[in-house]
T-cell receptor, first 115, second 110 residues
Framework: KAGVTQTPRYLIKTRGQQVTLSCSPI?????VSWYQQTPGQGLQFLFE???????NKGNFPGRFSGRQFSNSRSEMNVSTLELGDSALYLC??????????????FGSGTRLTVV | QKEVEQDPGPLSVPEGAIVSLNCTYS??????FMWYRQYSRKGPELLMY????GNKEDGRFTAQVDKSSKYISLFIRDSQPSDSATYLC??????????FGTGTSLTVIP
């Protein structure tokens, strides 16, 4: 069974640009969440989607947005990039929106570098 | 105070040692408990998922949860160099919100 697929794996962008990251969850997983991981802050929750609806949102500015499509695939967008947005962005899928949903399956992440 | 506290290490042990990794939490609403392993340049991988106090064993790994003390542990028996990674604890409430520890870096020396 294919895992969670994130594309692209690496990105280098310039300050002020925008970026779109893509995530395909495990087949049958309908809940998708996004996290930002940095050495100093660890894993920080961005948002959770289920059935194309945003269920939860973390404490990030409005420059960070996301969406989910009818096939459960998800994208996140970051506009007006700042140097501090450099991080590993992780997508995670789970069986459903309510526990016990046996935790997340994470993708390998997209490493974003803003210069 | 963070909701989940985890000693960042680093922890270095000889091959074959028993490793103990620990997390404490402050929120009684956490009902589900997980341990993830993360290798360099990879996403976290779920090792254990449990939702009751007590022990859960899977091969060389044992997860222990003490809800009364708000303390969880992961024990790794007969540690191997391939266990060298960062280990993250995570808690989940009934609203499907996850809270992660900052991770403990483990090195197993051959």
């Amino acid at each position: 069974k294919a895992g969670v697929t994130q594309t692209p794996r690496y990105l280098i962008k310039t300050r002020g640009q925008q970026v779109t990251l893509s995530c395909s969850p495990i087949s049958g997983h309908r809940s998708v969440s996004w996290y930002q991981q940095t050495p100093g802050q660890g894993l920080q929750f961005l948002f959770e989607y289920f059935s194309e609806t945003q269920r939860n949102k973390g404490n990030f500015p409005g420059r960070f947005s996301g969406r989910q499509f009818s096939n459960s695939r998800s994208e996140m967008n970051v506009s007006t990039l700042e140097l501090g947005d450099s991080a590993l962005y992780l997508c995670a899928s789970s069986r459903g929106p309510d526990p016990p949903n046996y935790g997340y399956t994470f993708g390998s992440g997209t490493r974003l570098t803003v210069v | 105070q963070k909701e989940v506290e985890q000693d960042p290490g680093p922890l270095s042990v000889p091959e074959g040692a028993i490793v103990s990794l620990n997390c404490t939490y402050s929120n009684s609403a956490f009902q589900y408990f997980m341990w993830y392993r993360q290798y360099s340049r990879k996403g976290p991988e779920l090792l254990m998922y449990t939702y009751s106090s007590g022990n859960k064993e899977d091969g060389r790994f044992t997860a222990q949860v003490d809800k009364s003390s708000k303390y969880i542990s992961l024990f790794i028996r007969d540690s191997q160099p391939s266990d060298s990674a960062t280990y993250l604890c995570a808690m989940q409430n009934t609203g499907n919100q996850f809270y992660f520890g900052t991770g403990t870096s483990l090195t197993v020396i051959p």
